[in-house]
Structure formats: structure tokens, C-alpha cells
């Protein structure tokens, strides 16, 4: 399949944030791109002002004549009628992750995954090669703010990847160069256990790497050491040293092997993401990057939608958005705003994303969720998966520690904002809870 001579692809699940990314690649190498997704979201509608046809029902009358090609997301159940209706007809379908591996298999790929960090370290070395002068195209899980897009159509041999662990989906990549942030369980859907989240994803995705791979220190046992480089904060071979924070920015010195880079500084707040920056560093400097260009790329670096974004920040109010969900996750973002702003309330709004993680990570969420000053819990987003009898929010909520709790169903939630005196207002999970954001914010203005 020759990528650039498609002319018309079909998306089945265009609004996920990895297959809009791919919409965007085909749209720019201008293919007339078309898509199914389930609701219509801010995401959706951006792309239909790029020039794609979207709609929101099963119906295959709305597929055009003459696709080349169907992009299909395995959150799609595969009993959908679209889906059918190309299989039927033996028009090519592939699954995301077949695409982004062919598109990446001639060019130099580097590939960054892990429970956690991906995103924010996939787009920071984007952003890192970008301004050093590395015209690099990126695959991203986010939209990165510098760019507003989640995809960037560089014209280098260098493509950064997000890869995504969930099906397996980055054992289709192979990379010059990988990064693994993080190996927590997650995705026990399809893993089942720990062990195989392990041995048949991260340990088979490092076989896939055909040069140099960075592993946060933490993990390095998992690994043969003279074959990886370990990375982290105060521990590995690529490090951040005395970590501290001035005037509103995290400041650290960068240190490997053969060089040091004092004073660095880094806008995104939290320990994990200067982590997350020290594997970036150590990328660009291989690729060939100047010391210069990353202090400056640093600083201009505006993170990523929905990753501690600060959607409100006056002296009286604050107000972050984080896609967190994962319990590690959730102990990085509460963490970094208890450390941005010691003494001061934080409260925090939760939604739970996925029957089966609910179950899996239970007692990690209550954990930490009693972080948290004050927390309101909502009901889980269920994405893809059925209800599971006995698992809801209640079963978090129960083993919460935390006095200052209330479980609230979404369409309540505005209603009861109005009794807080917010200080600190966090918003976290990965589903549908970023409709409350412009709703959230317009309520905060209104009280300033």
C-alpha cells in the first residue's frame, strides 16, 4: 500500500484522539478524508473545519464512493454496521496501530511509551527537535498547545510516535530510537495480570527497538543494563539534579554521561514531567540537537490540552484540568499543585474511566483521591466497555479516607460548585468530564 496515493480514506472512530491525529497526516497529504464517531465532541468539530466529513449515527449510506482505504479503531465493536459494510465488500480495513506502523516504517521512528508520560514526552521531543532545527513530523496522544494539533506533517527522516500500549498496539513500530517511562498495570482487559503487562508488552516492545533505548531507573532490573540507558530524577545514567522550584518554573541541571546543562527551565509543573523532560533532553542531544536550542525549547514548551492545563489562574482562583486516569497519575497532578500551591485548599472533581479499571485499581484511586482536600466523585465513563455488576464510583468512595467526600452524578455537579469556596479546583479523568470545563470556568469568572 503505497500511503501517499490514497485518495479517499474512511475513519471509523474519527474522533479518538490517536485516530484524529492520523486524519490530520492524511488530510495534509491531500486525501479527502471522511469518519464515523459516536458524539460530536470540540475535537470532531475542529476537523470539520480542517475539511473532513464527520457524522454521528450508523448509517452506510452517509460512506462515500471510492474509498481507498478504512482506519478502524478496535473501541469501535467490531459488529458495527460500517465496519461490516466494508468488510463485506473486501475494501481494505486496518487497525490504527497497521497504519501508523506502515507510515512510520520508512523513516526513522522514534517511539515513546509507558503507563505513563508518553504524551507529555513525545510531544516535548517533537517540540525539542523542532527547535533545534529538526524538521520532525509527531504522532501525539494530545494536542500539544504550541501547535494546537496532535499531529505535525514534518518533512525530515525524523517521526516521533506516542506509543500506545493498549491490544499490543505499539508492537506494530519499530523504532531506531524508544523511550519506556513507565510499566504500571493498566489495560488488564487485554493483559490480564502484571506479568504479561511485562513480558508481552513493554519487554516485547523493547525487542522491537533496533537501537538506542532510555528506561526510567526505576524499571532498569527489567532489563539488561549494558543494552538500555536508564533515565530519571536523582537516579540513572540521565538525570535531573537539584530540582527546585523559582519564580513559577521548575529548575534543574540536566546531566549524562559526557555533558551537563545547569539551570534549565521548565514551565510544567511536578517531579514526573521534569522526568519526562530529562528522556526528551537525552533524545534531542542524540539526534543532535544544540545544549542552546533545548534551554530555549524548554521554556517556550506550553504542554499539552488536558495535561495539568491551567484553565483559570488568578491570585484568588485556580483552576487545572488533567486527563488523569490511573492512580499514579492522579498521586503526580494532586501532587504538583500541593507543591505549586502549599497552604492552599484543593479540591478536586473525579470521574472514572472504565468499568474494569475502576475494579482493577480500586484501592489505588481511594488512595489517592485522600490526597485531596475535598473531592467530588462522579460516575464512571464507561468508553467501550459494559457495566460490571457491583462496580461503581460507590466502591471507591467507600474506601476513601477522606471526611471531606461526595459521590454526585455529572448533571448535578454545576448546582453543587455553587456551595464550595474554591481555591485550588482540580478537574481529572480521561472521559467525558472536559464538557464541565468551559461550563466550570464561566461559573469561576462569574465570581471573580
Not at 276 to 304: C, D, H, M, W, Y
Not at 356 to 375: C, M, N, P, S, W
Not at 400 to 418: G, Q, R
Request: charged share 25%; with cysteine.
Amino acid at each position: 500500500m503505497n500511503i501517499n496515493e490514497l485518495r479517499i480514506v474512511y475513519f471509523i472512530g474519527i474522533g479518538g484522539i490517536g485516530m484524529s491525529a492520523l486524519a490530520r497526516y492524511f488530510k495534509g497529504l491531500g486525501a479527502e478524508v471522511h469518519g464515523y464517531d459516536k458524539t460530536e465532541t470540540s475535537l470532531t468539530k475542529k476537523l470539520v473545519e480542517e475539511g473532513m466529513q464527520i457524522h454521528y449515527n450508523e448509517d452506510v449510506s452517509k460512506i462515500p464512493e471510492g474509498v481507498d482505504l478504512v482506519v478502524w479503531t478496535p473501541a469501535v465493536p467490531k459488529e458495527h454496521a460500517e465496519l461490516q459494510y466494508f468488510l463485506k465488500r473486501e475494501i481494505p480495513v486496518k487497525k490504527r496501530s497497521e497504519v501508523l506502523g506502515i507510515i512510520s516504517q520508512n523513516r526513522r521512528c522514534i517511539a515513546l511509551a509507558g503507563t505513563h508520560g508518553k504524551t507529555t514526552t513525545s510531544s516535548l521531543t517533537a517540540h525539542l527537535l523542532r527547535a533545534g532545527g529538526v524538521d520532525a513530523a509527531a504522532f501525539l496522544g494530545g494536542i500539544a498547545q504550541n501547535c494546537q494539533s496532535n499531529c505535525v506533517n514534518g518533512q525530515s527522516d525524523w517521526v516521533v510516535v506516542e506509543a500506545d500500549e493498549y491490544d499490543r498496539s505499539f508492537l506494530r513500530l519499530h523504532p531506531e530510537i524508544g523511550v519506556i517511562s513507565s510499566m504500571d498495570p493498566d489495560h488488564l482487559d487485554i493483559y490480564g495480570d502484571a506479568d504479561s503487562v511485562h513480558d508481552t508488552g513493554y519487554l516485547a516492545f523493547a525487542k522491537q527497538v533496533s537501537g538506542t533505548l532510555y528506561v526510567q531507573h526505576s524499571w532498569i532490573d527489567y532489563f539488561d543494563k549494558t543494552k538500555v540507558r536508564s533515565y530519571g530524577v536523582e537516579g540513572g545514567d540521565y538525570r535531573a539534579e537539584n530540582l527546585r522550584v523559582e519564580d513559577g518554573y521548575f529548575v534543574f541541571d540536566y546531566k549524562n554521561l559526557t555533558q551537563t546543562i545547569d539551570n534549565l527551565q521548565f514551565p510544567m509543573p511536578g517531579r514526573h514531567n521534569v522526568e519526562n523532560a530529562t528522556a526528551a533532553i537525552s533524545i534531542a542531544l542524540q539526534v543532535g540537537v544544540a545544549p542552546e536550542a533545548i534551554r530555549a525549547g524548554l521554556l517556550s514548551f506550553k504542554g499539552i490540552k488536558r495535561r495539568f492545563e491551567f484553565i483559570v489562574r488568578t491570585e484568588k482562583t485556580v483552576y487545572i484540568d488533567d486527563y488523569g486516569h490511573h492512580p499514579t497519575e492522579l498521586r503526580a497532578a494532586i501532587g504538583a499543585a500541593k507543591q505549586l500551591f502549599p497552604n492552599r485548599k484543593v479540591t478536586g472533581i473525579f470521574q472514572p474511566h472504565l468499568y474494569t479499571r475502576t475494579r482493577d485499581f480500586v484501592d489505588g484511586f481511594a488512595e489517592a483521591l485522600d490526597g485531596l482536600d475535598e473531592i467530588l466523585l462522579l460516575d464512571i465513563y464507561p468508553a467501550r466497555e459494559l457495566p460490571i455488576p457491583g462496580v461503581t464510583s460507590e466502591i471507591i468512595f467507600n474506601k476513601m479516607k477522606n471526611p471531606n467526600k461526595k459521590l454526585i452524578i455529572k448533571s448535578n455537579l454545576l448546582n453543587e460548585l455553587k456551595n464550595y469556596d474554591i481555591e485550588i479546583l482540580m478537574t481529572i479523568g480521561a472521559g467525558d468530564i472536559d464538557t464541565l470545563v468551559e461550563p466550570i470556568k464561566k461559573m469561576l469568572d462569574n465570581r471573580q
